[in-house]
């Protein structure tokens, strides 16, 4: 048979768990059509590649991500980061950026809430520092905002405003039943992406394209996207545009996409845009079935669901959904053949989601056909552990996370926010790849940046170490002072990979297609200079491909 690539002489990892190690492969329209050993090459015809020993992997595929939400964080006017120890610090601060920047409309800046050290920050404390023009504090994390009264007044929010769920998304309130101006949840979400209709076509298509060429150079092949919620228009301008550039062979990245929902008077329009989604925004390398809801929220703000309180504050936060309301949407799913993801960081998300699939299974038996995600998963009670492979739940992992740089940047403050035990025993990817269970990898972020956090090889650096240090090509602002504990939960190399590749393709419903070096399958592969399985695994981050190939086209 006459072929368009050959290659031997190299070490492919195939991510093919029947035949995971090969030698040699052969490529014609696209399709790999065989792996395996050197010898087994006599049957096609071509120029052959010797490689020398070169390591080969299938393609990455990142199942968490965030690009239209990305694109609006792009130009988000952010004005300064706040450097304070207390409020009054804080407010300081405010004030001078004003100063130095007279006759805005409105002033964006970001806080990190830890920063204020307990303090509390109200619409009266902002509007003495800013009281005639819009003023918006962005939390670091993007799940909560302060605002002064301009904003509020703009948006029509005042004391009678509902929150949306209690202890997740809603309006703080003082003692007498006043908004003091901060959100959290969802509340807020619609003010913070508001620009987001306002950016141009080239700041959209600009935003776009150095994600495409971030993707191409890293061997990111296929990304599930993970949704925009609270900004319907813009997402959906996003969409079409990246179905636009498709249409005129500029995306060569597969998006699986996806319509997000965190409010849940919006479930009963929810699947109708994920079926218009599908409709309008369908080509070759987009594709949209998924349902996305926000479960719960953020452990630094006290808003993701706990099964047992905070240790510092003795709250629970709470679930956008119960389990009831979580079968019934599965079966409505089931029967319009689409799926489900969910953002579910803490026990009680998990929990309710584990339940409400329980409760639709029981229903449906062998008729429930659902993909159902789990993402983020930091901390889940050890009674669920066992539940995700009995009930096909598949947990998605964001392992950049993984050496405590999400919920607090230290195990101390870990353990400040749950407790000696539970600090000690978060992110257990492990314990849940061991059960059975199918676990894949992502890169959440929600800003394009310089990329860093979206490095895959970052990524299988923090599974394999739970560390962030000196040697890894990080911000030295994440640096911990050790490994992030359990030790236990360490991932090996091969682990990463499969989850990076094959894993990540079953999650997306294209293991048929993608994610492995296997006949018949798109030839998407990476050639790196130096063997992946054996590379210490600190500073592995600085690890990028040579050669990214997409269904046997080179593209670097």
């Known amino acids: 048979m006459k072929v368009d690539q050959i290659i031997k002489n190299a070490k492919i990892f195939t991510s093919d768990e029947n035949n995971l190690h090969a030698t040699a492969l052969a490529v014609k329209d696209g399709k790999f059509v065989y792996v395996g050993d050197d010898e087994g090459l006599n049957d096609f015809e071509g120029e052959v590649r010797d490689l020398g020993g070169k390591f080969i992997m299938p393609c990455i595929i990142d199942s968490h991500v965030h690009v239209p939400l990305s694109v609006v964080y792009d130009y988000m006017p952010i004005d300064s980061i706040i450097e304070c120890t207390n409020k009054k610090e804080c407010t300081d601060f405010i004030a001078e950026v004003i100063k130095?920047?007279?006759?805005?409309?409105?002033?964006?800046?970001?806080?990190?809430?830890?920063?204020?050290?307990?303090?509390?920050?109200?619409?009266?404390?902002?509007?003495?520092?800013?009281?005639?023009?819009?003023?918006?504090?962005?939390?670091?994390?993007?799940?909560?905002?302060?605002?002064?009264?301009?904003?509020?007044?703009?948006?029509?929010?005042?004391?009678?405003?509902?929150?949306?769920?209690?202890?997740?998304?809603?309006?703080?309130?003082?003692?007498?039943?006043?908004?003091?101006?901060?959100?959290?949840?969802?509340?807020?979400?619609?003010?913070?992406?508001?620009h987001g209709m306002d950016l141009s076509d080239k700041q959209i298509e600009s935003s776009l394209q150095r994600w495409i060429d971030f993707s191409i150079d890293y061997g990111v092949s296929a990304v599930f996207e993970a949704g925009t919620p609270k900004a319907d228009d813009f997402h959906k301008r996003c969409y079409k545009y990246l179905y636009e550039m498709d249409k005129q062979g500029r995306l060569p990245i597969y998006i699986d996409g996806s319509f997000a929902i965190m409010d849940p008077r919006d479930l009963q329009t929810a699947i109708e845009y994920v079926k218009l989604f599908k409709k309008e925004y369908g080509s070759e390398h987009m594709n949209t079935h998924t349902l996305k809801i926000f479960m719960d929220g953020t452990l630094a703000i006290h808003t993701a669901a706990m099964v047992t309180p905070y240790a510092d504050t003795n709250t629970m936060g709470s679930t956008l959904l119960n389990k009831e309301q979580i079968a019934d949407i599965l079966i409505q799913l089931n029967e319009e053949g689409l799926d489900l993801h969910l953002h579910t960081v803490s026990e009680n998300a998990s929990r309710v989601l584990l339940d409400g699939v329980e409760l639709a299974r029981d229903?449906?038996?062998?008729?429930?056909?659902?993909?159902?995600?789990?993402?983020?998963?930091?901390?889940?009670?050890?009674?669920?552990?066992?539940?995700?492979?009995?009930?096909?739940?598949?947990?998605?992992?964001?392992?950049?996370?993984?050496?405590?740089?999400?919920?607090?940047?230290?195990?101390?403050?870990?353990?400040?926010?749950?407790?000696?035990?539970?600090?000690?025993?978060m992110y257990r990817c492990k314990t849940l790849w061991d059960s059975g269970a199918l676990v894949s990898w992502s890169s959440d972020n929600i800003v394009f940046d310089d990329f860093e956090s979206w490095n895959p090889y970052l990524g299988m650096e923090v599974g394999m170490t739970r560390w962030i240090n000196e040697k890894t090509k990080s911000d030295s602002e994440n640096w911990s002072e050790d490994d992030f504990p359990p030790a236990s939960e360490k991932m090996s190399i091969e682990e990463m990979i499969l989850g990076y590749t094959v894993n990540g393709a079953k999650q997306l419903g294209i293991e048929s297609e993608k994610g492995s070096i296997e006949v018949d399958k798109d030839a998407d592969y990476l050639v790196f200079e130096n063997n992946l399985l054996t590379a210490e695994p600190q500073g592995f981050s600085f690890n990028k491909p040579e050669e990214v190939y997409f269904s046997g086209k080179k593209m670097k």
């Open 363 to 425: 229903k449906l038996g062998d008729d429930f056909n659902v993909k159902v995600t789990c993402a983020h998963l930091e901390i889940q009670d050890d009674a669920d552990l066992e539940r995700f492979e009995k009930l096909g739940v598949i947990a998605n992992y964001t392992p950049w996370w993984h050496s405590g740089t999400a919920g607090g940047s230290s195990l101390n403050s870990v353990i400040s926010l749950l407790g000696e035990e539970r600090g000690r025993k």
């Open 100 to 194: 130095n920047n007279p006759g805005k409309k409105r002033y964006m800046i970001m806080l990190e809430i830890e920063k204020l050290n307990g303090e509390i920050i109200t619409k009266e404390d902002l509007d003495s520092v800013c009281p005639d023009a819009e003023l918006v504090i962005l939390e670091k994390e993007g799940h909560s905002i302060w605002v002064n009264s301009k904003v509020l007044d703009l948006h029509g929010i005042t004391d009678d405003t509902p929150d949306i769920v209690p202890e997740l998304s809603f309006y703080v309130r003082d003692d007498d039943g006043h908004v003091t101006g901060n959100m959290y949840e969802g509340a807020e979400m619609a003010i913070i992406l508001e």
